[in-house]
């Protein structure tokens, strides 16, 4: 059998003030996609020949230029309409995130899908892996036969979904046979600081998916949280359940909802303590287990923020209790590659008077200019580099400037859990540090065991997580949290098989 392999992947956040372009992808192509994928242990047979096309993720950031994403469209539709042309294509694997947004536009991968669909056909089976904080409409639910997503936020299970998803459709091109598929539409749109799996309440809705899946005897049960950052029409969570009894299918969709929908008042901000920047910084100097991490959670560079607000610390220079007290802090990270360059030409022990950060989103604080020691400079993963970070010092205070919008996280962690190349990553380690404030939302693994206590701020950015300060306009409405003391119609939509 002939199957193809093709991926595109974007978070990008509306709200943000930059735009995601070519040098912001990660790209593969040809056998090289391969490697990306174990298929000879997922798929250990000799009668599947892969055919990869594209893959290109740009993790996550503002809306997409236009001519980028059309450029890998083309790429993708051009080459299956190929691969099409040389025999029958009997399926399609598609590596998807589900959270772009192109500059301009709405509905980016039902585009993506739709033109799939238009030049492969009704015969071929599409089978899709996505991120949970992708949107899963009605509209990209027609478009495929199987698709699956992430159960676990972090997303430790990332490379098992891709698994799943190659897996089953391997299994239903064998069988002859497509599966039936009921679609629910759940009016919630929660961020990823709020239904972590790592806690209560989605560690149970999530964990209950598998047993769902055992008991209505289903091929899988997927549930997408959607994505909070975006305001398009789409954006809400949703369900996919497949299977071959159209009632089973129907009954397993309606309960994964009902769970999530029931659940909803109880996803609450997953930190154990959270507030104001301000609160941050009281917290701090009780001293609670170091080293403490604080999320600037409103510039969360893992979902689409600029990564160089200044609002955090412009707060925390002001603050003459939090200076007198000796807390060693590190700021983890503020893209401003002009920085780091003039940095590098001062050299460690140098004194550079400069002003950092606010490169891109200046809206809520301007850049902070002062007289800067080096303290470091941090050399990127990649032979040839070269220096991808600076640590500035005032006193007890220190800022990494860095050249890419990293997340602070190891390199051994990060890299097999995005299936991505990490350049100009920064990081090293931080027990000389009390306090580590951190671009990001929830932690990410390495980062949970590195902290010895941990405090969400709610901070202005791309990525704010009061809703009540982003301005939603194009949301399907009543959503909650947005509105509450609605009801609404969780029953499932079903999907006739394709013949």
């Not at 056909?121 to 904080?133: A, W, Y």
């Not at 996803?267 to 604080?294: E, M, Y």
Request: net charge negative; charged share 25%; aromatic share 8%.
């Amino acid at each position: 059998m002939r199957i193809a392999i093709a991926g595109f992947g974007a978070e990008s956040s509306t709200f943000a003030p930059h735009r995601m372009r070519l040098e912001n992808f990660d790209i593969t192509r040809g056998k090289e996609l391969l490697a990306l994928y174990d298929l000879d242990d997922w798929v250990p047979s000799t009668d599947v020949e892969w055919l990869p096309l594209l893959r290109a993720h740009g993790g996550a950031g503002g809306p997409i230029e236009p001519g980028v994403f059309d450029a890998f469209v083309s790429e993708i539709v051009d080459g299956l309409a190929a691969l099409v042309q040389d025999g029958e294509l009997d399926g399609l694997y598609i590596d998807l995130h589900g959270a772009a947004h192109v500059a301009g536009r709405e509905r980016a991968e039902e585009e993506l899908l739709g033109r799939i669909r238009t030049v492969v056909g009704e015969r071929t089976v599409i089978s899709m892996s996505m991120d949970t904080h992708g949107n899963f409409s009605e509209e990209l639910a027609e478009y495929i036969d199987l698709a699956v997503c992430f159960r676990h936020a972090p997303h430790i299970d990332a490379q098992a979904t891709r698994e799943r998803a190659v897996r089953t459709l391997v299994e239903v091109l064998r069988r002859g046979e497509r599966p039936v598929k009921a679609w629910v539409r759940v009016p919630v749109l929660l961020p990823g600081e709020r239904t972590s799996t790592l806690v209560e309440p989605a560690k149970t809705v999530f964990g209950a998916l598998l047993p769902a899946i055992e008991r209505y005897g289903v091929v899988d049960a997927s549930l997408w949280v959607g994505f909070a950052w975006a305001d398009e029409s789409r954006n809400a969570a949703a369900v996919l359940v497949t299977g071959y009894d159209s009632a089973a299918v129907a009954a397993c969709a309606e309960e994964v909802a009902r769970s999530y929908w029931d659940a909803r008042d109880g996803f609450v901000i997953v930190a154990d303590h959270s507030g104001s920047w301000d609160d941050a910084l009281d917290f701090a100097l009780t001293r609670p287990a170091a080293p403490l991490f604080i999320s600037d959670s409103g510039d969360n560079v893992s979902a689409g923020a600029t990564g160089d607000t200044t609002v955090a610390l412009a707060r925390t220079l002001e603050r003459e209790d939090v200076i007198a007290s000796g807390l060693r802090v590190l700021f983890a990270g503020l893209t401003d590659p002009a920085s780091v360059r003039a940095a590098e030409a001062v050299g460690v022990g140098g004194t550079l008077t400069r002003a950092v950060g606010a490169v891109v989103d200046d809206r809520f604080a301007p850049p902070v200019e002062r007289s800067w020691s080096i303290v470091r400079l941090v050399e990127g993963l990649y032979e040839g580099e070269g220096v991808v970070a600076a640590v500035l010092g005032l006193d007890r205070i220190h800022v990494m400037v860095q050249l890419g919008r990293s997340y602070f996280v190891p390199p051994s962690v990060l890299g097999p859990m995005t299936g991505r190349r990490l350049p100009n990553h920064a990081w090293f380690p931080t027990d000389d540090y009390d306090t580590v404030v951190v671009k990001i939302g929830y932690l990410f693994p390495g980062m949970i065991e590195a902290a010895g206590s941990w405090f969400m701020a709610i901070t202005p950015g791309g990525t704010d997580l009061d809703p009540e300060r982003l301005a939603f306009q194009h949301v399907q409405r009543p959503i909650f949290p947005l509105d509450t003391g609605f009801e609404p119609d969780l029953t499932p939509i079903l999907l006739e098989k394709r013949a």
